[in-house]
């Protein structure tokens, strides 16, 4: 935890070392604020009490004493005034900084640490702010107990009254922290271990969005209600409030009656005095023991109460600095592709060597992929076919090195695809799934991210739209290639009340309205396919997937999409994955067939078609049936 908070501490202080020094500097004011104004009290409270008992007071004493305590309150009130109008400063810098060290890691963690850190990787960074701010606060309130027992103990001194009366002041908060502690530690245990409590939340979650199709469409609604009934009362009045307060309804009476009685060892120890040595006591010193014993309590309180949420604060500062420092598990390489010996025309080569592959998180024995063998030549069309789950997408993910192999050998160009440096690799393929999302961006930045350096080149942005057939719906919107995809028509996370007449929150809702395209697929997929040509043009491309890319195009799109691919490659190596058949596979080089992980067949579509019981033949015919039966054609 030490390390933790230092290097909280010292973050913050890089962010702003003059606002840090400065809150810091306020805060340590107001440590030691109590303690003036006390004494201040105090002295005002002697004079009138000496006044009282002579008959005649000193008034310029008590105006001096007077200025003072309004010159203190108008420091404090000056001191609390600035810290509210600067804090807010070093606040966002501070939640800025931690956002972009997340968004950052976010950005570059691959795929499969992703999945081993998914839940670290959603942190928000909206409480470190709050985390820091505690860990100031518990250096400010310790400060304050020091200052505050040492304050009481000048006084009891100089009342006369020694240690044994700060011991009395302090039994209280010490033996109230005693049992809380205790009881903190089960009450977290109950949260954790109950097993209603654990159902009960686990089917809360049942209500959120993401669940709300599949419990319609499932007809599950009535079954999840009724399981929540039986958690609830399962739980039934099981006290989940926060530990302090399951500590004040489960305090038993005994130790309510002690704890308030050992409250009272001062009174008790005032009242003594009263009969015993009734000159000890001034009203004065009575009253400002009483005043600073109940503060020194609270503060003592609040401390314990800062302490324990410090320990959480700084759990999840682990886990934020964590993210940081979270190592890829996908190694890069040090081999530049292409290399410069090949030729500017050739294609990637692709060899699959007895390759297996289970996904992270899956059991070691379910493999998506088993001992898969084939190779694809420079410049060879290959298409990848196979009923669903059969792994298709899987090999594209190997190839683009989403993930890594887990047995068997990966070769591009004759050399190990992990030995060659991942953003060469990346940079020489161009990629088409359906699995591609549109940027809340504008339209020509969505099409020209398919290669980031030509971003700004509206004439290859312009051309590649209209090889990936977005070109016609472009030009009939508005502001054409500046149209904003999705815009973010929102602040601090809440929507533009629709109801809202303003002209501003008018103007973005016909914004949002015109640009919406998120729900027709066609042309969704038909910007993700400019962007593909966008790449594929380049002639650093040297390998061009499309997994499913057309699925969402009608059959006049697909064929345009493909015929443009098909004549523009340039040598490139095509690998494209399909369950349509149709025109495709007659260009096909090769047709790898899979199923259930395993390549079945490999060959021509040609050679393929002849085996009677193949898995080729078979989805071809289911499919030349459908066709059949849809067009009323009969064999
Ligand atoms: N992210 C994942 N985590 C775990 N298992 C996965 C993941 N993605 C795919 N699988 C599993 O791997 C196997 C191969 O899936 P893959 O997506 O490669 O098949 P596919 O042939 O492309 O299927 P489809 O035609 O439906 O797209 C399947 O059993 C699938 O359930």
Redesign the pocket.
């Known amino acids: 935890m030490v390390p933790t908070m230092q290097r909280l501490a010292f973050d913050v202080y890089s962010i702003g070392p003059g606002l840090l020094s400065l809150l810091f500097l306020s805060k340590v004011w107001s440590s030691f604020e109590d303690v003036f104004l006390l004494h201040l009290s105090s002295k005002i409270l002697s004079i009138i009490e000496v006044g009282l008992k002579k008959g005649e007071t000193d008034t310029a004493a008590i105006v001096n004493a007077v200025i003072a305590r309004i010159l203190v309150v108008a420091i404090c009130a000056t001191v609390a005034w600035w810290r509210t109008h600067t804090t807010p400063i070093l606040q966002n810098r501070v939640t800025h900084y931690f956002e972009d060290l997340i968004f950052s890691s976010n950005l570059e963690t691959d795929l499969p640490t992703t999945h081993d850190n998914n839940a670290d990787i959603s942190l928000s960074a909206e409480p470190v702010w709050e985390n820091f701010m505690n860990l100031v606060n518990v250096a400010a309130t310790g400060i304050q107990v020091v200052t505050l027992l040492a304050y009481i103990f000048q006084l009891a001194v100089s009342s006369r009254h020694g240690p044994v009366f700060v011991l009395l002041c302090l039994a209280k908060p010490f033996i109230r922290f005693f049992f809380r502690q205790s009881l903190w530690e089960r009450a977290h245990v109950v949260e954790a271990m109950d097993p209603n409590y654990l159902r009960l939340r686990a089917l809360k979650e049942l209500g959120d969005n993401e669940y709300r199709q599949d419990i319609i469409a499932g007809n599950i609604g009535d079954y999840i209600l009724q399981e929540y009934n039986i958690a609830r009362e399962g739980l039934g009045d099981t006290d989940m409030g926060y530990p302090s307060q399951q500590y004040e309804n489960r305090q038993s009476v005994k130790s309510a009656v002690v704890i308030q009685l050992v409250g009272d060892l001062t009174m008790l120890y005032y009242a003594a005095n009263a009969v015993f040595n009734p000159s000890k006591f001034t009203l004065t010193s009575i009253a400002m023991l009483q005043h600073s014993e109940s503060l020194l309590q609270r503060t003592f309180y609040s401390g314990v109460y800062e302490l324990a949420e410090l320990r959480r604060g700084m759990n999840f500062m682990k886990r934020i600095y964590a993210i940081g420092n979270i190592q890829n598990v996908i190694k890069d390489g040090g081999l530049r592709y292409p290399s410069t010996e090949q030729s500017e025309r050739a294609g990637m080569s692709i060899d699959l060597r007895n390759i297996s592959f289970s ?1 992270p ?2 059991k070691a024995n379910v493999k ?1 992929l088993d001992d898969v063998t084939f190779s694809i030549k420079s410049g060879q069309l290959a298409v990848l076919v ?10 594209v993910k190997l190839l683009t090195r989403l993930y890594d192999i887990t047995s068997g050998s990966l070769l591009v160009n004759g050399q190990d695809i992990q030995s060659y440096k991942i953003a060469d690799l990346r940079g020489a393929t161009a990629s088409l799934t359906q699995d591609h999302h549109l940027y809340p961006l504008s339209l020509a930045e969505n099409i020209g991210l398919g290669n980031p350096e030509k971003v700004s080149d509206m004439s290859m942005i312009i051309n590649a739209a209209k090889r990936g057939g977005a070109d016609s719906f472009v030009s009939k919107l508005k502001q054409g290639f500046s149209t904003i995809l999705d815009p973010k028509i929102e602040q601090y996370g809440v929507n533009i009340d629709p109801s809202d007449k303003t002209p501003l929150a008018k103007e973005l809702e016909k914004l949002k309205k015109t640009t919406d395209i998120s729900g027709k697929s066609g042309e969704r997929q038909r910007v993700v396919a400019s962007r593909t040509f966008m790449r594929f043009t380049s002639n650093a491309v040297k390998l061009v997937i499309a997994d ?1 890319g057309s699925s969402a195009l009608d059959p006049e799109g697909e064929w345009e999409l493909f015929k443009n691919l098909r004549e523009e490659r340039q040598g490139k190596t095509l690998v494209f ?1 399909t ?1 349509r058949f149709g025109h495709l596979v007659k260009y096909a080089d090769l047709i790898l067939c ?1 199923k259930d ?1 395993h390549l079945v067949e490999s060959g021509t579509h040609e050679e393929l078609i002849k085996i009677p019981d193949g898995e080729y033949f078979k989805l071809h015919d289911i499919q030349a049936k459908a066709f059949e039966s849809d067009t009323g054609v009969s064999s």
């Open positions: 996904y998180g899956s998506a196979g009923a669903n789950g059969s792994g298709k997408s899987t090999i499913e994955v369950h899979m992980g």
